[in-house]
């Protein structure tokens, strides 16, 4: 498989962990989301959103979004299974990475804060104000979720799609500078999570294109 990536962007850091987590081998085609190559046609013909991920299969098929990418591999590949067996825990673990990927990405990603500076004449401090109310609305939920559900990671002791999604947003709050002192679980998790080997080789340092 071929995932196109960039390492910064945190929806394919989310790929890269599940991945990594089952096994999965692949080649990393780097796509330059500062230079503008998602928006290329050689990229755009393989993802016309112009949005990092996408995983080329074996079969030549691309798939794109990363929560779709993130189902498939749980569907086609081996274990570890990432969404807990019962119903209702799976429900769970689905809702925090819906909070995260649907919730709180969207609002904050490249393109949205591009437009604010560009097009509403929004200054760095009022970017880094937008940015950090949006995650700490976000992270003040979840912290108090977590407290019920936590072990390890967000849901006992291993890995879910919880997981994989939480860490690149913790990464990108630390980033950006975000305060980080009322979120000790999200913390303890992020920190722990880190000290896999998956994770570890997902982070953005390691990538070839850092
Ligand atoms: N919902 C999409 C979000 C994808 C997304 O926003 N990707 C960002 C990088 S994290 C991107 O490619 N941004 C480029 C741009 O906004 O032009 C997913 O989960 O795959």
Redesign the pocket.
Known sequence: MKLYS?YR????Y?VRIALNLKGMPYDYVPVN?LT?E??GVAYTTRNPQ????ALELESGETL????AILEWLEESCPPPALLPHDPLLRARVRSLAYHI?CDI??LN???VT?YLRDHLGAGEDEVHQWYCAWVDRGFSAIEQGLAQTMGDCCFGDQPTLADVCLVPQVYNAYRFKVPMENYSNIRQVYQHCNSLEAFERAAPEAQPDA
Not at 50 to 53: D, F, H, R, S
Not at 64 to 67: E, H, M
């Open positions: 960039y962007s945190s929806a394919a989310r989301l503008g998602q928006k112009g949005l990092l991920p794109a979004q990363s929560l990927a990405h969207p990603n490249l393109s591009g």
